[in-house]
């Protein structure tokens, strides 16, 4: 390669220095490649060290500075200074005079980076901007190798944006033996399989002339509609068709130029050291997109088997002539818009109508009434007035039971005990429900009271009817109306009638009603059908049925509207569940985890320093130092990962470990699955659409802004990456980073799998723990399992301390216990406090001494079953892995939670306890909103001059407002369809499917396979 660019340059030098040259005006009917065959006609051919300046009539200097850089690792920003581009000989290094001489030639300066984050380099560009398809030559040298001096890249490019351009890079980076070309289209990044390394341009065993490194090497570029081909000397290093990728195709100007964005996967910068790069010379032939097809019928007809030139010819000099259209940036012809105009009419009609309805809807509706304040008082009047006359009846003889209404959420003896002390008997309880078909019930049926009679019976007492009743009572019942029903704590709605009646018409009735429900009256309700001695009713029985899913099982929650079977005459328990129990302030506590976490990724996204600590990222270096100790290792800490995982087991096993029921187990078995997948499976549906639609395109140029290289997120590639992806989500085993959190805004999914697999987990290590009855055997039970979790890098460590903390508590009270005594309590909380705070400290000696790097090189490797540090020395431990900072954080923060009043008051904060049922919502869907909201705000505001420190505070106010409305509108849809399919999931786990019928039921089949035999037989 060198031998062919001496004699090149040779040539030219001879001929320019006898005016052996021709101008490129001489070549009318083109330039033909004789390697490759085509035919260009237009041309620009520049020898730098034949020229003491650049001719601004075929380049302009260029003279900019971006506000922005795209790259997801680019932190700098390059610009480019007139006076960094000087034609000569005075930076070129004395080995490399000796091997090229001293001939001049464009010298391409770049600067130092500066603090903030700026890279001034150099570079030209064509005037023409209609260069289409041709073959790009020129001999260019690297920069200088300088050891850790940071990395450039000096480039002959064809660029019209980021997704169509082609270029050829000579990266000098910022260790030398790295050097490397890069031959790159359609804004590709340079990786193993197209870059060239420079030990292999220098090598001999290549089948070509070796190269010195840091030598002028000759680089080229053919283009066609078909293919790109990269040349370096005589290798051609790459070859593209258009099967293999998309190809470049809009119209583009040449440039060359030396720059850095502080990539330290492209070109490992930014350069610390003033480098220069040298371009001898340039030579490009190309058509013109401007040439009409009727100008190329006449270049046909007038070259035809007319001579042309050679683009290997080094006499030509020179350029061919242009206008000035060739000077303006190509724009892409319009197509189709009148389909999409169409298409734009009937979707926005259609929204329209949605629109319009919802607000009709909301009109309509609303109970506008309510804002007018002279309707309060009127309201709470009416209120008022009813309250007063249900207390004047409740002194009524006979009456008094209802005011003991709300002990029926209680036990029969409850009740029993306080009608004995009013001087009743046994109440027998009889609801009627207005709407309940009563066409079967036969002549007894007259015996009802009226649609709006709730009725008591009480045995051996007498009442009067009540007035309020809007029918008279049967004269065999006594009535009694219940509160109204606007005191929704007293509502009764969903009993079932019980009727005065013989033994025979409720055996009749209920029989219905289990046709008419699928319940099996033979299995739900047995008596033996005769009276009792003393005239009471016969005893029955009714069983449970199979519990909802998504509620609590019957230990957990109140008796059931229809109890048990009862000592007494047949009775019903009138009572509405109340919502299942919520111990608030761990609710709190995994709701301020959350946030943490959220907040954490903010800083990681938005200021990394103050979460890292780490390199040239501080845009307030002073202020940052402290931020990144007491705000970032305290309260943006990663440890904030572990409560989550050691909390949910207090919801997970606390009422089998205080019942021993396993059909609450085996319903929690049966839905985990569901109840942690469907809510992903819905938003990473709703990422997939979003992404694909471009709405994070502004995160790719935030890294130059933020100076944060965390965020990365490319969309699916199809619809099969995307079903693949959730399948292996929901089967993937842990400790992992999953396929799909490449495709997903912050990878927040690696977390399910793990909860998922350790929800099994600490379901099977209740089934044994709760047979462990010996104290001290439990506690080395656990102890073992915390160990064997924690040494082999599982999160299953987190889990077994939650399933040991519910243990102590439901088992032996330990909580109240501890609480009872100041001298466990004090010194307890003291010494969680202390670890709690410790803890982080890690983060903050981690520069000094890394705990975490030493921790997780004792542990062995997955592979070899060595300790890491035998196969991988001292390595840092993944996100994704658990180290014993997570464990006695998580585990000491519970324990404070558990024990401390005032900190579980401040969990119990209704702010707080607001965000707990958004969780979910909140936790897979804020990394979307900070990388396309939020994003694009920074990168916005950043551009229009804003100072940093206001772009930050805008940026967390509007992103967290943004993810508040997200999740308030979000949350109840994804718990509706999470609910509705755990129903059904349990149903079809727990009922028996329904007997298949015949589609001609309740007719025989004969009936439509014999329809055509029948008209046959008449004819006959």
Known sequence: MRSSFLSLLALGLSASAQGITRDVSDCSCGFRDPGTDQLFTQSLIVYFNETAQVDTNVFEIEDYLHKKEEGWKSTYIQGADPSNLVIGNNASLGWQNSTDGKSPSL?????????????????????????????????????????SAGGSALSMMLNFNSSDNMNVDLMNMNDPSDARVGTLVNGEGPNDSIVTNYTILGADDTGYPPLHPFDFMTVRMDWNKTDVNFWIGENNTRSITKKDRTLPKAPQPLYLRHWSTGDKTYMEGPPTKQSVGNVAWVRAFFNSSLMTTSEHKDFDDRCFQAPTCLTDDETLRGQSAFTAEATKKWKEPKTGENVRLAAAIVAAACSSFGIFALLNVFLRRTPWHLLDPRSWGKEKSSRELRRSVRESLQAQPGKAHDSEISTLAGSDESIKSQDEKKGFSSPKVRAMKSDVNLSHMGPSSSKVASSNTSIIDWSGSTAAPTPNTTAPPSPNMKAYPFRDSDEKEMEIKSLEPIYEKSAADIHSHKATEAKLTGVDYFK???????????????????????????????SEKQPDAVGAEQATAFTAKVTTPPKPPRIDYLAGLVAIACIGVTLRHFILTFWPYVAAANGPTAHYPKVEKWLAIFLGDYFLTPLWIGPFFLTSCRFLTGNYLRTGNLDNLAQKITLRAFRLLIPVVVIVTLEYFLISMGLTGSLVYLPSVTWATWPFVTPFPNFGSYMSDLIQLAYFIPTGAPEIISHYCVGVLWTMPVQLQSSYMVFLGAVLVRNIKTPWKRIGFYIFCFAMSWYARSWAACHWLGLGLSDLEVTYKWIKHVQARWYLLYPLLTSMSLLALATPLIMVWSHQFNWQMKENSIHPDQATGQPIVLVDGNTYPDYFIPTLAHVTFAISLQIIVEMSKWVQAFLSLKVVLWIHPHIMTIYLTHGFIF????????????????PYWANLIITALT???????????????????????????????SEAPIPKRQTTAPFNKELILNRQAEPEQKGE
């Open 107 to 147: 010298q391409l300066f770049l600067d130092a980076a500066t603090q903030q984050h700026v890279v001034v380099g150099s570079g030209l560009r064509t005037l023409r901007r209609d260069i289409q398809y041709g073959s790009f030559r020129a001999s260019m040298r690297s920069a200088h190798p300088f050891d």
């Open 959 to 989: 992103s967290y407002t943004v993810i508040a409305m997200v999740a308030k509108i979000l949350t109840p849809w994804i718990e509706f369809i999470t609910r509705a399919t755990l129903r059904n999931v349990w149903r079809w786990a």
């Open 931 to 946: 990388w396309s909201w939020g994003a694009w705000v920074c990168v916005t505001l950043h551009s229009a001059g804003i």
């Open 524 to 554: 739900a309700v047995h008596h033996d059908g005769k009276g009792d001695a003393n005239g009471k009713r016969p005893e029955v029985s009714v069983n449970s049925v199979p519990p909802t899913p998504g509620l609590l099982s019957p």
